[in-house]
C-alpha cells in the first residue's frame, strides 16, 4: 500500500513540476528585455548634452545617426570618437510579494561612436562618412526570491537573471547640397557580428527552490541559457535639412525597418529531489537550435532649430517608433512580440512618441580661439508595452572645450521610470528603473 501511494505522488509531483517548469522557461526567453532606451536615437556627447534634441542641429559627425542631412555642414575633414560610462540601477517591489523587494545593478564602459568624415565639391557641396555606432545595450542582472505555492507545491525560489551583450552597425554616410538652403544625406547601416564585435545578446536565468508538495520534501534546482548571436541585417536613415532662413531649421529624419537574422540557442536543465516517503531525483533537460527572424520596426522624426544669436541656439524633436511592428520569427514559423512574449494576433504593443528640447550657449573668448558651449535637455523617452506605454523622463547637461582643431565634449544624462510593470520577467512586481549615462568625445579637424 505504502509502494502504491509513493508512485501516486510521484507521478503526481513529476507532471506537476514538469509543467512548472516549463512555465518558468517560456517567461524568460519570449521577451527581450534592452537595458538602455529601445528607442533609435542617435550618438554622441554633444547631443546627448542637449537631451537628444538634434534633428535640426545636426551639425557633427554624429549627424549621420541622427539627421544624415547635416553633414553637409562640416567644412573640414574630421575624426571623432565618443566613449560612455553607463549605469542602471532597478529597484523591484511587489504588494502580493514582498519577498520580491531588491534592487539589481549595472555598469559599463564602451565605445559609443567613431566616425572619420570628408567634405568635397563635385558639381555640388558633398560630405562622406563612414561611422560606427552601438545602439542597444541589453546588460542586466539582479537576484531575488519568490515564494511559489499552487495546487499542493510550497516552495521559496532563489532566482538570479544575467543578461549581457549589445548591436551595433557600421555606417557608411553621404550628404549633398540640393540648393543652398537643402540638403539630402543617407546613412547605409551594416548590422553585423563579423567585423570586430559580437552583434547579439545572451540571458542566464538560474534558481534554487525549496519547499514542499504535499507534505513531501522537494528541492529544485533550474537552469536556462538563452543566446541569440549573430544578428545581421541592413536598413538606412534618410535626412533633409531645411535652413528656412538664418534663423530656422527644419530637419527630417526616416530610418527604415529591416529584418534582421539570429541563431537562437536554448538550453533547458532542471534536477528535481524528493524526500521521502518518495526519495527520487527527476531530471529534466531540453537543448535546441534555430534560425530565427527579427523585424526591426520603422522609426521616424522631425526636429525645428532656432538660432537666437550666434552664440545661442535651441531645438526641439518630436520622434516615433513603431513598436507595434516589432516582431520575432521562430525556427517554425511562429511570430511573436519580443516585448510582451504574446504570439502577434494577441499582442497589443503600443508605438511610442519622443519629444526632446535642449539648447546650447557659446562663450568665445575675445581671440575666439577658445570656445566653451554649456548645454541642457529634458525628454520624454517611453517604452513599448502591451496595451499602454512606459512613461520615462529624462535630463541632461553638457560642456566642453573647442581650441582650433580640437574638439573636447563631455555630457551626463539622467534617465528615469517610476513603478514600471515588468511583463513576465518578474511576475507581480514593478519596478522604479534609474539610467545614469556620461558621454565623452574628442574630434579633431585636419
Given at each position: 500500500?505504502?509502494?502504491?501511494?509513493?508512485?501516486?505522488?510521484?507521478?503526481?509531483?513529476?507532471l506537476?513540476?514538469?509543467?512548472?517548469?516549463?512555465?518558468?522557461?517560456?517567461?524568460?526567453?519570449?521577451?527581450?528585455?534592452?537595458?538602455?532606451?529601445?528607442?533609435?536615437?542617435?550618438?554622441?556627447?554633444?547631443?546627448?548634452?542637449?537631451?537628444?534634441?538634434?534633428?535640426?542641429?545636426?551639425?557633427?559627425?554624429?549627424?549621420?545617426?541622427?539627421?544624415?542631412?547635416?553633414?553637409?555642414q562640416?567644412?573640414?575633414?574630421?575624426?571623432?570618437i565618443?566613449?560612455?560610462?553607463?549605469?542602471?540601477?532597478?529597484?523591484?517591489?511587489?504588494?502580493?510579494?514582498?519577498?520580491?523587494?531588491?534592487?539589481?545593478?549595472?555598469?559599463?564602459?564602451?565605445?559609443?561612436?567613431?566616425?572619420?568624415?570628408?567634405?568635397?565639391?563635385f558639381?555640388?557641396?558633398?560630405?562622406?562618412?563612414?561611422?560606427?555606432?552601438?545602439?542597444?545595450?541589453?546588460?542586466r542582472?539582479?537576484?531575488?526570491?519568490?515564494?511559489?505555492?499552487?495546487?499542493?507545491?510550497d516552495?521559496?525560489?532563489?532566482?538570479?537573471?544575467?543578461?549581457?551583450?549589445?548591436?551595433?552597425?557600421?555606417?557608411?554616410?553621404?550628404?549633398?547640397?540640393?540648393?543652398?538652403?537643402?540638403?539630402?544625406?543617407?546613412?547605409?547601416?551594416?548590422?553585423?557580428?563579423?567585423?570586430?564585435?559580437?552583434?547579439?545578446?545572451?540571458?542566464?536565468?538560474?534558481?534554487?527552490?525549496?519547499?514542499?508538495?504535499?507534505?513531501?520534501?522537494?528541492?529544485?534546482?533550474?537552469?536556462?541559457?538563452?543566446d541569440?548571436?549573430?544578428?545581421?541585417?541592413?536598413?538606412?536613415?534618410?535626412?533633409?535639412?531645411?535652413?528656412?532662413n538664418?534663423?530656422?531649421?527644419?530637419?527630417?529624419?526616416?530610418?527604415?525597418?529591416?529584418?534582421?537574422?539570429?541563431?537562437?540557442?536554448?538550453?533547458?536543465?532542471?534536477?528535481?529531489?524528493?524526500?521521502?516517503?518518495?526519495?527520487?531525483?527527476?531530471?529534466?533537460?531540453?537543448?535546441?537550435?534555430?534560425?530565427?527572424?527579427?523585424?526591426?520596426?520603422?522609426?521616424?522624426?522631425?526636429?525645428?532649430?532656432v538660432?537666437?544669436?550666434?552664440?545661442?541656439?535651441?531645438?526641439?524633436?518630436?520622434?516615433?517608433?513603431?513598436?507595434?511592428?516589432?516582431?520575432?520569427?521562430?525556427?517554425?514559423?511562429?511570430?511573436?512580440?519580443?516585448?510582451d512574449?504574446?504570439?502577434?494576433?494577441?499582442?497589443?504593443?503600443?508605438?511610442?512618441?519622443q519629444?526632446?528640447?535642449g539648447?546650447?550657449?557659446?562663450?568665445?573668448?575675445?581671440?575666439?580661439?577658445?570656445?566653451?558651449?554649456?548645454?541642457?535637455?529634458?525628454?520624454?523617452?517611453?517604452?513599448?508595452?502591451?496595451?499602454?506605454?512606459?512613461?520615462?523622463?529624462?535630463?541632461?547637461?553638457?560642456?566642453?572645450?573647442?581650441?582650433?582643431?580640437?574638439?573636447?565634449?563631455?555630457?551626463?544624462?539622467?534617465?528615469?521610470?517610476?513603478?514600471?510593470?515588468?511583463?513576465?520577467?518578474?511576475?507581480?512586481?514593478?519596478?522604479?528603473?534609474r539610467?545614469?549615462?556620461?558621454?565623452?568625445?574628442?574630434?579633431?579637424?585636419?
Amino acid at each position: 500500500m505504502m509502494r502504491n501511494k509513493c508512485l501516486t505522488i510521484l507521478f503526481f509531483v513529476a507532471l506537476l513540476l514538469f509543467l512548472y517548469g516549463e512555465l518558468q522557461a517560456a517567461s524568460i526567453f519570449q521577451q527581450v528585455g534592452i537595458a538602455s532606451s529601445p528607442n533609435p536615437v542617435g550618438s554622441g556627447a554633444r547631443a546627448v548634452g542637449m537631451g537628444g534634441a538634434f534633428i535640426g542641429v545636426a551639425d557633427d559627425a554624429t549627424a549621420a545617426s541622427w539627421n544624415p542631412a547635416g553633414l553637409i555642414q562640416l567644412e573640414k575633414p574630421e575624426l571623432s570618437i565618443v566613449g560612455e560610462y553607463f549605469n542602471r540601477s532597478d529597484q523591484f517591489s511587489s504588494d502580493q510579494h514582498p519577498e520580491i523587494d531588491n534592487t539589481g545593478r549595472v555598469d559599463d564602459v564602451n565605445l559609443n561612436y567613431f566616425s572619420a568624415t570628408y567634405p568635397f565639391h563635385f558639381y555640388r557641396n558633398m560630405v562622406v562618412s563612414i561611422n560606427y555606432q552601438r545602439l542597444y545595450d541589453f546588460e542586466r542582472n539582479f537576484d531575488y526570491r519568490f515564494n511559489y505555492s499552487d495546487a499542493g507545491l510550497d516552495v521559496m525560489q532563489d532566482k538570479h537573471f544575467d543578461q549581457d551583450g549589445f548591436l551595433g552597425a557600421l555606417g557608411f554616410a553621404a550628404s549633398i547640397e540640393i540648393i543652398p538652403s537643402l540638403s539630402f544625406g543617407a546613412t547605409l547601416n551594416l548590422w553585423t557580428d563579423e567585423l570586430l564585435w559580437d552583434n547579439g545578446w545572451n540571458a542566464k536565468f538560474s534558481e534554487s527552490a525549496v519547499g514542499t508538495l504535499a507534505g513531501t520534501p522537494v528541492t529544485i534546482n533550474t537552469k536556462i541559457k538563452d543566446d541569440y548571436s549573430e544578428f545581421r541585417g541592413i536598413n538606412a536613415n534618410f535626412g533633409l535639412l531645411w535652413n528656412i532662413n538664418k534663423y530656422v531649421t527644419l530637419g527630417g529624419v526616416v530610418k527604415t525597418p529591416f529584418k534582421a537574422s539570429l541563431k537562437h540557442k536554448f538550453s533547458f536543465d532542471q534536477v528535481q529531489t524528493f524526500g521521502p516517503p518518495v526519495n527520487a531525483v527527476i531530471t529534466s533537460r531540453e537543448n535546441y537550435s534555430e534560425n530565427v527572424d527579427l523585424d526591426m520596426p520603422l522609426s521616424y522624426g522631425a526636429g525645428l532649430a532656432v538660432r537666437f544669436s550666434d552664440v545661442f541656439t535651441m531645438d526641439i524633436d518630436v520622434y516615433r517608433t513603431d513598436w507595434s511592428e516589432f516582431f520575432l520569427e521562430d525556427g517554425q514559423g511562429n511570430k511573436f512580440s519580443p516585448i510582451d512574449g504574446r504570439p502577434k494576433n494577441e499582442s497589443n504593443v503600443k508605438d511610442t512618441t519622443q519629444v526632446r528640447i535642449g539648447g546650447e550657449y557659446l562663450f568665445i573668448s575675445q581671440t575666439k580661439n577658445i570656445i566653451v558651449p554649456v548645454r541642457v535637455g529634458a525628454f520624454y523617452d517611453p517604452e513599448p508595452s502591451e496595451d499602454e506605454v512606459k512613461d520615462f523622463y529624462g535630463i541632461a547637461v553638457g560642456s566642453g572645450i573647442a581650441y582650433k582643431q580640437f574638439i573636447f565634449d563631455a555630457a551626463y544624462q539622467f534617465r528615469w521610470g517610476n513603478n514600471v510593470d515588468t511583463g513576465n520577467l518578474i511576475a507581480t512586481s514593478e519596478a522604479d528603473v534609474r539610467q545614469h549615462s556620461v558621454l565623452a568625445s574628442i574630434i579633431f579637424h585636419f
